[in-house]
């Protein structure tokens, strides 16, 4: 596609529901970031994904979030057993690949955990 | 703990006049450096980057660096309504993939 595209651009779920938000990034960008923008803090770093290396998950908070890049485009970021804190907006962003910092960012998803 | 800090603002300034926002960062080791324009509401959209010493000029945008006083700058000459926004610094080191990212400098211009 022309941009990095994501889904749902908002959610609002109960505290303790399963969420599933979606990034298809910009086609031949071989890497995909994953981040988290809470309201007056700056971009949170979460996952990182190359081609079919290993992701970087360091940034991930807790082990209830998990992520997976499929075919190595589209990738699915997984909260389980949400909590308030989690609310935020999740950020999925690409590059042509390894060395490349210029970031392409989606639109977003807002998530809300009442 | 890398860090990179910007003022959160508001900074006003009027239309035509040239707006400068600053970003000092911790880690000695940063090579890399950008600046990204979000939009309220938006998401973050790059409008320079720089990695050495000195300017850089793109149309009405100047970044600066400078890597001894670890800090750099973004000037908007000829500021315009449509150039409010919050202004992210980021950073990052050799070899490494990750940004680090300032909370951003929101910037008002008046017309």
């Known amino acids: 596609g022309a941009g990095v595209s994501q889904s749902p651009s908002n959610k609002v779920t109960e505290k303790g529901k399963d969420v599933e938000l979606r990034c298809d990034p910009i086609?031949?960008?071989?890497?995909l970031y994953w981040y988290r923008q809470s309201l007056g803090q700056g971009l949170e770093f979460l996952i990182y994904?190359?081609?079919?290396?290993?992701?970087?998950k360091s940034g991930l908070p807790s082990d209830r979030f998990s992520a997976e890049r499929t075919g190595g485009s589209v990738s699915t970021l997984t909260i389980q057993r949400t909590q308030q804190e989690d609310s935020a907006v999740y950020l999925c962003?690409?590059?042509?690949?390894?060395?490349?910092?210029?970031?392409?960012f989606g639109s977003g998803t807002q998530l809300s955990v009442l | 703990q890398k860090e990179v800090e910007q003022n959160s603002g508001p900074l006003s300034v009027p239309e035509g006049a040239i707006a400068s926002l600053n970003c000092t960062y911790s880690?000695?080791?940063?090579?890399?450096f950008f600046w990204y324009r979000q939009y309220s509401g938006k998401s973050p959209e790059l409008i320079m980057s720089?990695?050495?010493?000195g300017d850089k000029e793109d149309g009405r945008f100047t970044a600066q660096l400078n890597k001894a006083s670890q800090y750099v700058s973004l000037l908007i000459r000829d500021s315009q309504p449509s150039d409010s926004a919050t202004y992210l610094c980021?950073?990052?080191?050799?070899?490494?993939?990750?940004?680090?990212f300032g909370k951003g400098t929101k910037l008002s211009v008046i017309p």
């Open positions: 880690d000695r080791g940063s090579q890399s």
């Open positions: 086609s031949g960008h071989t890497a």
């Open positions: 980021a950073s990052s080191g050799a070899g490494s993939y990750q940004l680090t």
């Open positions: 994904f190359q081609g079919n290396s290993a992701p970087d």
């Open positions: 962003a690409s590059s042509t690949g390894t060395g490349d910092l210029k970031l392409f």
């Open positions: 720089i990695y050495s010493n």
